[in-house]
């Protein structure tokens, strides 16, 4: 590793005044005595300096400039090949050789006055000479958002191609937060109490390797929920059954299904029979005054009702904001103590394949509803304070496709 010292003495310009004062000639300054060269703190390799032809390593850097330079970086190798594309910006690469001995790998680091490098040497053995470092197929939590104390499963999953075929063991940490639990390849972690990104680590160990990867979780405010990929849990989601309007608690009707559409990254619901109804309870909670919307798009127009519920108290006292595809018409309801009160309805083209928000947002003793961004209703909210969950209603007609919901929102915003 090359590293420049630059001492410069304070004072420095008073000095060349104090000596143009005298007459005296003054050499004049080169910049480049003035700056700090950059520093390559570290240049790390992972999983091992020394492994088998064919397989690859990460090499890092970890480079500091004092003065907040503009950097340039370059890679050189004595043989074998980058893995990735690189830049002038890359402080990571993987490498690889097929070929037996022993690799220079260095890194460049340059500001507009110096140049500073730092290498590492890799060695190639044959195969069969080591056992092959463990290697992380996939690292996923159930959902990367969550609120303050709640909790998320993280699932790693590993395999080693040694043969014969060497345990595998696996330890988690993470930057904030508690393990509630901790088995062979997934743990239970509760968020934080303070807000913001936390990085969960997992990292795999034979008997000679460790490997690690990493996943990141948004640890969010009270005020503010997403939909997210853990709907597949009857710990996040419960169904009622409807007859007429809400009617307590029942059995997922036939021919529905509720299901984590992970390639679109939005909750399907289907709903085959006709004029079935059904509705999905989200996280519970205490939601008091804010705004609350929702993504919905239908695959189709056969689809009876998609309905919001902003504010859902029981099966007799609830808010609901929906569409009716199949008629094109829209309604804002509230029910108390069994009793319905349509607050406003009316006509509207809608599409299939679009998203469309329905919005609930209450201040003090006025309340609003929207839908598509527009206002369709103003006044005065529910007497009873306070909806104890949110959640949606599906009221489908035979051969109803599908219902697409996504960004769940609750909160100030």
């Known amino acids: 590793m090359n590293r420049h010292v630059i001492r410069s003495s304070p004072g420095l310009a008073s000095v060349a005044w104090l000596m143009l004062a005298a007459g005296c000639e003054v050499e004049s300054i080169d910049p480049a005595n003035l700056n700090r060269a950059p520093e390559i703190r570290s240049l790390v390799v992972s999983p091992d300096d020394t492994l088998v032809v064919g397989s690859s390593v990460t090499i890092s850097a970890t480079v500091v400039d004092l003065e907040n330079d503009s950097l340039e970086y370059a890679w050189f190798r004595s043989r074998g090949e980058f893995l990735d594309s690189i830049t002038s910006q890359t402080k990571r690469v993987r490498w690889t050789s097929d070929e037996e001995g022993t690799a220079v790998i260095e890194i460049r680091v340059k500001d507009l006055f110096h140049e500073v490098s730092a290498s590492v040497e890799v060695t190639m053995m044959p195969q069969g000479a080591l056992p092959n470092p463990p290697v992380i197929t996939a690292l996923r939590l159930s959902r990367d958002r969550l609120l303050r104390g709640d909790t998320l499963q993280a699932f790693c999953e590993a395999v080693d191609f040694d043969t014969p075929a060497v345990q595998l063991s696996i330890a988690w940490r993470s930057s904030a937060g508690t393990y509630l639990e901790n088995n062979r390849f997934g743990v239970r972690w509760v968020a934080p109490s303070r807000i913001g990104e936390v990085w969960l680590v997992a990292t795999v160990s034979d008997e000679r390797y460790s490997v690690s990867d990493s996943a990141k979780a948004s640890v969010m405010a009270d005020t503010l929920v997403y939909l997210a990929n853990d709907f597949g849990s009857r710990e996040s989601v419960e169904g009622w059954t409807f007859g007429g309007m809400l009617a307590g608690l029942g059995a997922m009707p036939g021919g529905h299904s509720l299901a984590w559409d992970s390639l679109g990254g939005k909750l399907r619901i289907t709903g085959r029979s006709d004029y079935s109804t059904f509705a999905y309870k989200f996280d519970d909670g205490r939601f008091e005054e804010g705004a609350y919307s929702i993504l919905v798009q239908p695959t189709d127009l056969q689809f009876g009702r998609a309905a919001f519920l902003p504010e859902y108290r029981d099966s007799a006292n609830y808010v609901m904001v929906g569409v009716n595809y199949f008629q094109q018409s829209y309604h804002v309801l509230s029910c108390r103590d069994g009793a319905i009160a ?46 104890t969950t949110v959640g949606v209603a599906v009221y489908g007609l035979r051969d109803s496709g599908a219902l697409l919901f996504d960004n769940l929102r609750v909160g100030s915003e």
């Not at 083209?349 to 469309?356: C, E, H, I, Q, T």
Request: aromatic share 14%; net charge negative.
């Open 342 to 387: 349509y607050l406003a309805e009316g006509w509207r083209p809608f599409s299939a394949g679009v998203d469309l928000r329905l919005e609930w947002r209450r201040a003090g003793q006025t309340a609003s509803a929207g839908i598509g961004g527009e206002n369709v209703w103003s006044g005065t909210p529910p007497e009873w304070s306070g909806a």
